[in-house]
């Protein structure tokens, strides 16, 4: 286990304690850096801290770094679709209804599953069960996302994450004709506080920015790109139904009534470009609609 020691300065004091160390420890997500002052970590002063505490001059934190646990999630051989490999990054175009990393109760049949087979290595920075996962998108989207091969690649990535710097556009078929061509949701996003399965707009949640542009309406359901300039949990399901527009399909902020039968939400992830960790040169990726979402496109 490695320990660190930090002691804030005048410059330091009243910044948040998990955005003070996601910043010292740049491969090191500030989820993570979280999910270690959860684990009780942290310790400011020799005291056990929550990730919102505010720095104080002379502080004194110490941080204890788990060593990398060695990674029991099986490999299997399941059908992906890789759309780019070289040693550092792995781009997916996953399919809807798998699962991006294990979790408790679920262990197989999941993207990461398949990657440990096809890649044998993955960067082992977010631990056991989501080894080479920068960023994810839910079981029921379908698209593109980025994976790491390396602690390096993932470090780098991850940063890009954490200044917006990434391009992801997603294609939604919304309920509801939107009456603006274009728009930006800028509302903060944190778990709800009554049902811990959801997410909600919550004053002091997490900032998160949503720009969107309607690319075709019907008569009673609109499809709309969504450009991400932040990327929190569930974040176009939530502004779309902020504004009144959830998504087609969606089990959780959607209409109860659906007049479609669908596995889940009408989200796909088009496109994504980032800087290459390696080759520091501007790649993008772009995949078509799915089956499932042509086929409710060509019924409205």
């Known amino acids: 286990m490695d320990e660190l020691i930090f002691e804030i300065s005048s410059e330091e004091k009243d910044i948040r304690i998990d955005k003070f160390l996601s910043e010292k420890i740049t491969d090191r997500s500030r989820s993570h850096i979280q999910n270690l002052i959860d684990n009780e970590a942290v310790l400011v002063n020799n005291k056990i801290i929550k990730s919102n505490y505010k720095l104080k001059e002379n502080d004194v934190i110490i941080l204890n770094i788990p060593e990398p646990e ?23 175009n996953k399919k809807q209804g798998m699962v ?3 979790a408790p109760g679920n262990y197989n049949g999941t993207l990461v599953n398949a990657l440990l087979y096809h890649c044998k290595d993955l960067s082992g920075i977010n631990g056991v069960i989501r080894p080479g996962i920068v960023h994810r998108i839910d079981k029921d989207t379908s698209g593109i996302l980025v994976v790491a091969k390396n602690d390096f690649a993932h470090s780098k990535l991850t940063e890009q994450f954490k200044v917006h710097s990434i391009k ?8 509801g004709v939107f009456k603006n061509d274009n728009g930006i949701v800028d509302k903060p996003i944190a778990r709800h506080p009554q049902d811990r399965i959801k997410m909600a707009i919550v004053e002091g949640g997490r900032r998160a ?16 790109k969504c450009s991400l300039e932040t990327g929190r949990t569930h974040q176009i399901r939530v502004h779309m139904a902020y504004l009144g527009h959830p998504l087609v399909g969606d089990p959780v902020y959607g209409f109860k009534k659906q ?4 596995e889940g939400q009408m989200l796909h992830a088009k496109t994504l470009g980032f800087i290459h960790p390696t080759k520091n040169t501007y790649m993008e990726f772009t995949s078509e609609l799915p089956p499932y979402f042509l086929e409710i496109l060509n019924k409205l």
């Open 70 to 92: 060695i990674l029991s999630v099986e490999p299997e051989n399941l059908d992906i679709d890789i759309i780019y490999e070289d040693d550092d990054v792995v781009v997916i």
């Open 100 to 102: 991006v990393h294990p």
């Open 168 to 175: 992801r556009e997603y294609y939604a078929l919304t309920e």
């Open 209 to 224: 920015v949503t720009h969107y542009e309607v690319i075709e309406r019907f008569k009673s359901n609109t499809l709309v």
């Open 259 to 262: 007049k479609f039968k669908l």
